[in-house]
């Protein structure tokens, strides 16, 4: 009896105590139901009413926000979260992301990766613009070219091991070895120090697995924003026991902080005179160079977040492109008949320069990249002073406003039948003019890509080179289920999904 009261006691208490926080809650929901500057702009309730509505989808729903926010488009056009807006006519694109935009990117969204002081996460527009200088410079047409034989060297190792399983009457796993060129090709290309995923024989799968396992964190992070300097502070070995992929970005990290320093140690000893190749980062620690202090004393979140921005991007899109090939027989046999006509000597190295003249090659690249989804989810950015109306919806300053390649690439406006791998509706070159403002695999403006010249370089060497050489690929079968995207701010195919491999196709003749 005496225990009944204590524990009614008790409860009452609790009561009293969050009755406040309760009042609070309900007071903010009310306020974003009914008297929120955005109440013109609909959404399901509970989506206005609280955050927790996309963290549920992005989180506990595997990553699947972005498919979610195409629903609501259909039912509501623009879509509201709480204080979020998603846009839905692909036109407004160009009015954010252009060069000199007043808008800046969101920092609860990007604050949540984990690298605070890179160009990628910076918030303001004036310092991106002193960090992104530098990195332009190394990720130009004219330097990709002069390193394109390291994009040659790790094509090679990935084919050579495709010719090797197509004699053996074996399979090659291209959904990872694709993207352990491109994570062997960034490695060399930045550092002089190669990752050598493609050396591996399991062509670096647990790497790539525990990229995708850091990806549900920065959700998290980005509902509960205090998590993320907590989880930091936790001493290395112990986040080791706690998480898994956590402790691996710890790794990446430090191993970015020792490849700066070993390129700075180098540079200032004069030992790197002599090295038969430079390599980004040792031209970005060279003073003479006067690369911007915001750069040069923040260059290991540089380091970090190149590995993490080319991996599973330019990996997902070559897969995709090679997948769709060969899962079409005519787009094959017309691709590789343009390389045999442009290349006659099937083991040549085949010229980045060469390569992007073919225009069958190019259009194949196009759709690959409408249809790849690289970067599937939303890119917010906020509203900057004075406010700005988008179709009759005015949003003030401080907004968060975002749109996505998942729903600009499939607007029907510009892509009939937007599912169909399709590479002739980018042949009558007006029509690919105007499908331009609805392409934005890249991003656009001040803050798109920087590694974009790098990444067409792989994708068409890759690409060109694979099916000039191979006439007879086949793929294994994959489900819907298999192919289907988490968004974590890459796109992965689930952990679970079995992943895309090639082999001989059945009525081939052995190469
Ligand atoms: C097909 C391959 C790729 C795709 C689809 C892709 C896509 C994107 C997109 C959409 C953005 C803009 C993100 C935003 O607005 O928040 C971006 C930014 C960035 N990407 Fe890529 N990317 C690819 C390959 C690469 C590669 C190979 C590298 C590095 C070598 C790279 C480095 C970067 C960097 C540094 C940024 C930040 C740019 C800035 O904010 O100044 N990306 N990428």
């Not at 009452?12 to 008297?35: E, K, N, Q």
């Not at 140690?265 to 004069?270: D, L």
């Not at 007879?472 to 994959?478: D, E, H, I, S, V």
Request: aromatic share 12%; net charge negative.
């Amino acid at each position: 009896m005496l225990g009944d009261i204590a524990a009614i006691r008790a409860f009452s208490l609790l009561l009293w105590l969050s009755a406040p926080w309760v009042a609070w809650s309900a007071s903010i929901v009310i306020y974003r139901l009914f008297f929120h500057p955005l109440s013109q702009i609909l959404g399901p309730k509970l989506a206005v009413a609280t955050l927790l509505y996309q963290t549920w989808y992005c989180f506990f729903g595997g990553g699947r926000f972005y498919a979610k926010i195409e629903e609501l488009h259909r039912r509501y056009g623009d879509s509201r979260f709480p204080s979020l807006v998603h846009l839905s006519d692909s036109n407004n694109f160009d009015k954010i992301h252009h060069v000199g935009t007043p808008f800046t990117k969101d920092p609860a969204f990007y604050g949540a990766f984990g690298n605070p002081n890179s160009s990628f996460t910076t918030a303001s527009n004036e310092l991106h613009l002193l960090r992104r200088g530098g990195m332009n410079a190394f990720f130009s047409r004219k330097t990709v070219l002069q390193l394109e034989d390291i994009v040659h060297e790790k094509t090679e190792l990935l084919l050579s091991r495709v010719q090797a399983a197509l004699e053996a009457g074996t399979e090659v796993d291209m959904h990872h070895g694709l993207r352990a060129v491109s994570v062997d090709v960034v490695t060399d290309y930045a550092f002089g120090d190669c990752y050598d995923l493609l050396k591996q024989e399991d062509l670096g799968i647990k790497f790539f697995t525990l990229m995708h396992k850091i990806g549900p964190a920065a959700w998290i992070f980005r509902q509960w924003y205090w998590l993320k300097p907590v989880a930091m502070a936790i001493p290395g070995p112990v986040v080791k026991l706690i998480s898994e992929p956590i402790g691996q970005v710890r790794d990446m990290q430090e191993h970015c902080r020792r490849q700066v320093l070993e390129v700075r140690t180098k540079h200032e000893n004069g030992l790197d005179k002599d090295d038969a190749r430079p390599t980004n980062f040792s031209a970005l620690v060279d003073p003479e160079k006067s690369f911007s202090k915001e750069l040069v004393d923040n260059l290991e979140d540089e380091a970090y977040l190149i590995i993490t921005a080319a991996a599973d991007t330019t990996g997902n899109a070559m897969t995709t492109i090679t997948r769709y090939v060969v899962e079409n027989p005519d787009i094959y046999r017309k691709l590789h008949a343009e390389l045999c006509d442009a290349f006659p000597d099937r083991d040549a190295d085949l010229e980045y320069v060469a390569l992007e003249r073919l225009p069958y090659l190019t259009i194949v690249i196009k759709e690959g990249l409408r249809l790849a989804f690289s970067v599937p989810g939303r890119l917010p950015r906020i509203v900057p002073k004075d406010g700005v109306t988008f179709n009759g919806h005015t949003l003030p300053q401080g907004t968060v406003v975002s749109m996505s390649s998942w729903i600009l690439q499939q607007d029907e406006h510009y892509f009939p039948e937007p599912k169909t791998f399709d590479p002739g509706r980018w042949a009558d070159p007006k029509e690919a003019q105007r499908f331009e403002r609805a392409f934005i695999p890249f991003g656009k403006g001040s803050r798109a890509c920087a590694g974009m010249n790098l990444a067409y370089c792989e994708l068409y060497v890759v690409i060109g080179t694979m099916f000039r050489r191979f006439p007879n690929l086949a793929g294994n079968r994959l489900t819907a289920e298999d192919l289907v995207y988490e968004d974590y701010f890459s796109a992965y195919n689930p952990l679970k999904a079995r992943k895309f491999h090639v082999m001989l196709a059945p009525t081939s003749e052995k190469e």
